[in-house]
């Protein structure tokens, strides 16, 4: 049963628009919230985190919002560059063990 | 160059056989943990180990066994290999087990089919 769930496969977003890729958790005790970047035939690149005591983490062009209500997080990237097209990772934690979404894909249209 | 090192990158298996998936790391990391991919589903925990000589369960710890005799190795074993253990084998490290969220450091994967 997913505990951490990213219900997009997939977004197209023009150059210099902004991405949003979104992520939904159902376990109310994840107290960090992490983003990775996944190439093919390669391993998870960190991208950006988030505590749960928090409500939004900003890292140049990469900002990441928690909705602990909703049980959403989600990661903006402003403005969109081709270079950031990847597979995005979202993984949540709780002690010792992080659990991972099944990705989204994300194409920046040139 | 500094990183998790995984090897070998590609594995074909019998049903039965056993194996090891080697991880290695130079970052003085004392955090490691063994992670599968399969289609369809996220990451998913196996094992992991806080520190040499210890060891602990993750979500899918059945028909694997690790341990921690150094810092810097943390081999996989697969005890009699079946079809279900086609998989991507993902290690990963980080500095403690604190740190793990402010991100691990991911080798690049070993991909194995058991035929």
């Known amino acids: 049963d997913q505990q951490v769930k990213q219900n997009s496969p997939s977004l197209s977003v023009q150059e210099g628009r902004i991405s949003i890729l979104n992520c939904d958790y159902t376990?109310?005790?994840?107290?960090?919230f992490l983003w990775y970047k996944k190439y093919p035939a390669e391993g998870p690149t960190f991208l950006i985190s988030?505590?749960?005591?928090?409500d939004k983490n900003e890292d140049g062009r990469f900002t990441v919002f928690l909705n602990k209500s909703a049980k959403h997080l989600s990661l903006h990237i402003v403005p969109s560059q081709p270079g950031d097209s990847s597979v995005y990772l979202c993984?949540?934690?709780?002690?010792?063990?992080?659990?991972f979404g099944t990705g989204t894909s994300l194409t920046v249209i040139p | 160059n500094a990183g998790v090192t995984q090897t070998p990158k590609f594995q074909v298996l019998k049903t039965g056989q056993s194996m090891t998936l080697q991880c290695a790391q130079d970052?003085?990391?004392?955090?490691m943990s063994w992670y599968r991919q399969d289609p369809g589903m996220g990451l998913r925990l196996i094992h992991y180990?806080?520190?040499?000589?210890?060891?602990d369960q993750g979500e899918v710890p059945n028909g694997y066994n690790v341990s921690r005799s150094t810092t810097e190795d943390f081999p996989l074993r697969l005890l009699s290999a079946a079809p279900s253990q086609t998989s991507v084998y993902f290690c990963?490290?980080?500095?403690?087990?604190?740190?793990?969220?402010?991100?691990?450091?991911f080798g690049s994967g070993t991909r194995l089919t058991v035929v």
């Open positions: 990963a490290s980080s500095y403690s087990i604190s740190a793990i969220n402010y991100g691990y450091t």
């Open positions: 376990n109310s005790m994840f107290d960090y």
């Open positions: 988030i505590s749960s005591i928090k």
């Open positions: 993984a949540a934690s709780a002690g010792n063990q992080f659990y």
């Open positions: 970052m003085n990391h004392e955090y």
């Open positions: 180990s806080v520190g040499a000589g210890i060891t």
